[in-house]
């Protein structure tokens, strides 16, 4: 079955960019019905939808951070990959990314990573 | 922006029934979804399309949509049930995705 992995720096510098990419197992990112996505979640709070990318290229960003998010996809290399930039340490979280399930009219997030932990901190 | 809300907490003795609400002014037009997340665990889709439940998820778990409101129900709580219920839908655009603050489930 499909797996998602994220990978990236566990520790970013306030005011640079935040990089993390995941990688695809176990089936094609390509598949016909199927988008992916960041979620983020700080420590002890809810859940953050960060964005998503079609294979396509065709990106949807939350707008409380479009002007910091850049989602892009490596169809060759079944990954796809978050950039933030200009962060502080309100953007310390687990990043996870997810598959999306992408039908008329419905979408949901079926498979998830297991989550990697950004901290901000000089 | 557009929210869901979603009470911080629920408790339940086990076996009993548990109902957890989540509201949002484009849930008419707008499909909501359940996930459930363990302590140091990622999200596990418990619901989706409102009242479908995934293959794996036991019976107990069923959901319902009533104007802005939909509702997570566990019927017989089993202890293994406690953990945070996020409910998450989309704008009424339907562009944007949107959780809900999250509710803790407590099985005393």
């Known amino acids: 079955q499909v797996q998602l992995q994220e990978s990236g720096p566990g520790l970013v510098k306030p005011s640079q960019t935040l990089s993390l990419t995941c990688t695809v197992s176990?089936?094609?990112?390509?598949?016909?019905?199927?988008?992916w996505s960041w979620i983020r979640q700080p420590a002890g709070k809810g859940l953050e939808w960060i964005g998503r990318?079609?294979?396509?290229?065709?990106?949807n960003y939350n707008p409380s951070l479009k002007s910091r998010v850049t989602i892009s996809v490596d169809t060759s290399k079944n990954q796809f990959s978050l950039k933030l930039s200009s962060v502080t340490a309100a953007d310390t979280a687990v990043y996870y990314c997810?598959?999306?399930?992408?039908?008329?009219?419905?979408?949901?997030?079926?498979?998830w990573g297991k989550g990697t932990t950004v901290t901000v901190s000089s | 922006s557009y929210e869901l809300t979603q009470p911080p907490s629920v408790s339940v003795s086990p076996g009993q029934t548990a109902r957890i609400t989540c509201s949002g002014d484009?849930?008419?037009?707008?499909?909501a979804y359940w996930y459930q997340q363990k302590p140091g665990q990622a999200p596990v889709l418990v619901i989706y399309?409102?009242?479908e439940r995934p293959s794996g998820i036991p019976e107990r778990f069923s959901g319902s949509s009533s104007g802005t409101t939909v509702t997570l129900t566990i019927s017989g709580v089993q202890a293994e049930d406690e953990a945070d219920y996020y409910c998450?839908?989309?704008?009424?655009?339907?562009?944007?995705?949107?959780f809900g603050g999250g509710t803790k489930l407590t099985v005393l």
């Open positions: 399309k409102d009242s």
């Open positions: 997810a598959r999306v399930r992408d039908g008329y009219n419905y979408n949901y997030m079926d498979v």
């Open positions: 990318i079609y294979t396509s290229g065709s990106t």
């Open positions: 176990g089936g094609s990112i390509s598949s016909g019905s199927y988008y």
């Open positions: 998450q839908s989309a704008d009424s655009s339907g562009t944007y995705k949107v």
């Open positions: 484009a849930l008419p037009k707008q499909y």
